[in-house]
């Protein structure tokens, strides 16, 4: 495997490292970067330029990661030579009308079966319910591990863009699929995040909108929880996730509070929240989710000195807590993963990854540090 990485710096791409010699024999591009730039068609082109050969994919993000930091630039991308394996792509498209369920197994369905040893998934992440997009892809995952994210736009909420070998798209979905016996792949997923509160039912739901916990207005629990934090919902709310789980299992996801509905006492969060689960509200320690990062970074098994690829896809909410001190979760992940591990990827609206005890399913997470490491033996 060999690497370059890239910035997009006053509309033209500049090398930050160069170890690709033949540019066209490079099999993949993955590229992050704001929502106003990545939309440009320049930017797709540009890199088809430089790898014309090249599957190029990405998303708009809520930073963009590149090494141990958040790039300045406001585009970065990274290109990669497997020199054993193979890529292929497969891409859905959705309107308001479609099953997203439905299109989601079919995005996996496009992706050849024979060889195939992981897929990472990229999706529009405001348009999309993904819980509906891992419960398809869920129906079809060729016993392989699945990761990836929904893009994002900031802190702005307004449009998220997709690129999947062609200029960058809202209502879109795109699925890598990594190809060669010799590839060995690892995935880890971590929050970090503090229990806080009690266990409570969720007695009333739809979809991803929460009515009730344990026969109370969900907003009236909420607001008594939170205390002086109250007052700041919706935006405080993303201090103060929630854990769900299904009544008998040990592992759960947690889901961020996105909106409030004073009429309905509802909270509408980014993902799906069945009825009957067991909900408590989590709390941020922050040296607890820098912890939580290298908690995902250990949970890879990467007994490895040649050059690997990481795949990173960290939430949006983290950046939003963390703030100033972002990058040391980063930094995290690299002093356990490596130098030789090249990190790449970007804040999202979403992560999708598997749970380590059921890896053949993928699940939606929030608030989570996931990873996905590949090399070549």
Partial sequence: ??????????????????FIENKSLCQIVFVFGESDFIQAEQVFQGLRILYPNAK?????????ILGSTIANAAVVATAVYLEKGAV?????DFSAESDLEAISADLLRQLPADGL???????DGLNLNGSELVKGINKVTYGVTVTGGMAGDGDRFLHTWVIADAPARQNRIVAVGFYGADLVISTGSHGGWSSFGADRQITRSFENTLFELDNEPALDVYKKQLGEFAKDLPLSGMRFPLHIRAPNDSEGVI???????????????????????IAHLMKPELHQLIYGAGDAAKEINQANSHQALG??????????????????????????????????GFYSYGEIAPFNDRPEQCQLHNQTMTLTALYEK
């Avoid at 889901?255 to 689960?277: H, V």
């Fill in 1 to 18: 495997m060999k690497i370059d990485t890239l910035d997009l710096i006053n509309d033209n791409w500049h090398f930050s490292s160069q």
């Fill in 56 to 64: 190029i994919v990405g998303a708009s993000s809520a930073g963009s």
């Fill in 255 to 277: 889901r961020t509070l996105l909106q409030i509905d004073e009429q309905a006492k509802s909270i509408t969060f980014a993902g799906d929240i069945p009825c009957g689960y």
């Fill in 311 to 344: 795949l990173v896809v960290s939430c949006v909410g983290r950046r939003v807590v963390m703030k100033h001190i972002i990058e040391e979760e980063l930094e995290a992940v690299e002093e356990i993963l490596g130098t030789n591990v090249q990190l790449v």
């Fill in 117 to 123: 040893r992981h897929v990472f998934v990229l999706a």
């Fill in 88 to 92: 292929e792509l497969s891409t859905v």
